[in-house]
């Protein structure tokens, strides 16, 4: 899977910011509630009756790291077939009906957990909610869109091919993680994708969702009692338990090095980062606001400044935690003219190197925790969004009061914390990149194709 651009981000930024969507204050956090059904369900609720919209987002532990070897892509075709015809519904009658109430219905993948959301206006809510229990416990899997969504994935495995941005993410993980799931690439390949059938979908829906594995967030329109009441209309009918699971911690390899997939392209592409933290460690925060004076800053990051400003390298760079299930990550990316790439990475080590051997000051830490509180409140603005948030808040067992009390740990991180942890986190010499393209002058290992 490709990391996500830093343009990419600060777009998805922007757009949610137009949204405008107000809350208690303009530095206030939404007020959660936790909501248990009579039967037993759970999900928190921030509830807003000024717009006539309710938005629900749910997520069931274990993803498509969990998809066999030998089918791989499983919970990614699975997850596009839920709502492609359910209960008495074919896939263009169901389609159909989300369609005629204005409604938004969807599922997805990641390596750590299965998503799903529902969006609709107020008035349509028990029909949009009764077509997400069908599409949870009635999916049809019927062979028509089981064969295009084959067909479609196939497409995007042959463009990814192609492309050096998925191509460079794909052999930083395998040179990661080696033969860990996380090095799977949870679209699948080919040939494992062309060998996955009807029962393998749906092994895959009666295995994964299930009552003791999902976290439900709902915003909007809807009140405490309401919800308690649906819950058990959408969720009621799920099997209690999921299959049993357990995925093996991600293996800490102590790499460093780089590693060159020779593709015919004027542009290389890297990859690049080592092992990390996990979202519980008590270094999180301090690790995340350190992040961001050094890559995760967009415009204001060392390496944006050494990289772009200074020299003119690349249109962008950065870097940002990834903390899943298993093992922790510190990632980054780049994309720079062949000729330039070995100069681009010579200046990302460095940049490492000295982060984690001075530090940051005191006026680069100070205008972080200014970004990273005030921006905060951006996080509020759509009702997906918070529902998203909620998911989130709950995956990671943070707490009720979370959005109350995280700009506190933000605020606590002094300048001997980051020094501390740029010691402990960030080592040149496990830095590893994984370069697609041509670059000159690169000293690395050559591989031909990736496993």
Known sequence: MALLSRRQALAAMAGFAALGLPWRGADAAPRIERVVSPGGIAAWLVSDRRIPVVSMQMAFRGGA???????????????????????????????????????????????????????????????????????????????????????????????????PDYLAGRLWWRRMAGDHPYARPGSGVPRTVEKISAEDVRAFAGERLARDNLVVGCVGDISAGELAGALDAVFGALPARAAPWRLPAAPLRALGGTVVLERPVSQSVASFGHVGIKRGDPDYYTAFVMNHILGGGSFSSRLYQEVRERRGLAYSIYTVLNPLDAGGFVQGGV?????????????????????????????????????????????FDSTDRIARLLVSIQLDDLGLDYLDRRNAFIEAVSGSDVARVARRLLDPAQLTFAVVGQPAGLEAERVDAIE
């Open 65 to 163: 790291a969990l998809d066999p070897a030998e089918k791989l892509g499983r919970a990614n075709l699975a997850t596009q077939l839920l709502d492609e015809g359910a209960g008495p519904y074919d896939s263009q009658e169901f389609q159909r009906r989300v369609e005629d109430i204005s409604a938004s219905l969807g599922f997805d993948d990641g390596r750590d957990t299965t998503g799903g959301w529902v969006k609709t206006l107020s008035r349509h809510r028990p029909e949009a909610f009764d077509l997400l229990r069908l599409a949870m416990t009635a999916p049809r899997f019927d062979a028509e869109p089981l064969e295009r969504a084959r067909s479609a994935v196939l497409g995007r495995l042959k463009r990814n091919g192609e492309d």
């Open 335 to 379: 994309a720079t003219q062949n000729a330039r790439m070995a100069e681009t990475i010579a200046i990302v080590r460095d940049q490492w190197r000295r982060m984690a051997g001075e530090g940051a000051s005191t006026a680069e830490i100070a205008d972080a925790k200014s970004f990273l509180t005030g921006s905060f409140p951006l996080q």
